[in-house]
């Protein structure tokens, strides 16, 4: 039977990060327009900051519709489903707020990632719980985790700061959704490293 928390308990947080994939889940306020579910991976991108605020690292890609629907509503959803071991599903309600490179916050909450920061990262995704959940999964199949794919951070690896951008720039869902809501801010601001490395 599934239950509500008012924070991410201790088991809760260790259910979270034993996941390798999670699934967020947006939506524009206009109700003709789409419903956004993502998956997200790659170790050590997501962060339990305190019992009420996860984060994760947000990396290029072809859109940004979780950003977009952020920008302009804060609705959030972020959810794990366990694969193996015994059946659960948490999910975390809330408000998120995308952190743009050139924001105060980013070099300190960058810097508590380690090794997860990688190339082609556009912002941090910090969302604070209004509500945490679980339920059974009993629905959810067995699946065995292989390892990460290397192809994202090979592909934005090659690319200078300038070739990121001009990518980011390149696609037309960066910019705004599909929806037409402001997306990523672009040009893509600048990423300041040595405010980085002295965070």
């Known amino acids: 039977m599934g239950k509500t928390y008012e924070r991410i308990d201790g088991r809760l947080r260790a259910f979270i990060e034993e996941q390798p994939l999670f699934f967020t889940g947006t939506a524009p306020l206009t109700e003709d327009g789409h419903v956004n579910i993502s998956p997200k991976g790659r170790a050590g991108s997501l962060r339990v900051l305190d019992d009420r605020t996860v ?8 859109h940004a519709e979780t950003i977009a629907h952020l920008r302009e ?18 999910r975390v309600h809330g408000t998120g707020v995308p952190v743009f490179r050139d924001d105060p916050r980013f070099p300190e909450l960058v810097s508590g990632f380690g090794d ?36 994202h951070t090979d592909y934005f690896g090659r690319k200078s700061e300038e070739e990121f951008a001009a990518y980011c ?31």
């Not at 984060?55 to 072809?62: E, K, P, R, T």
């Not at 390149?170 to 929806?179: A, C, F, P, R």
């Open 169 to 199: 720039e390149s696609k037309d869902h960066n910019g705004v959704s599909i929806d037409g809501l402001p997306a990523l801010p672009l040009p893509l601001p600048p990423r300041d490293r040595s405010a980085a490395s002295s965070a």
């Open 116 to 151: 997860a920061d990688a190339p082609g990262l556009r912002a941090v995704i910090v969302v604070t719980a209004k509500l945490i959940s679980d339920t059974c999964g009993f629905a959810v199949p067995f699946m065995d985790y292989r390892e990460e794919r290397t192809l």
């Open 55 to 62: 984060a994760y690292l947000d990396f290029g890609g072809s």
């Open 73 to 90: 509503n804060g609705r959030i959803t972020l959810m794990w489903c366990a694969f193996t071991g015994p059946p659960n599903i948490v």
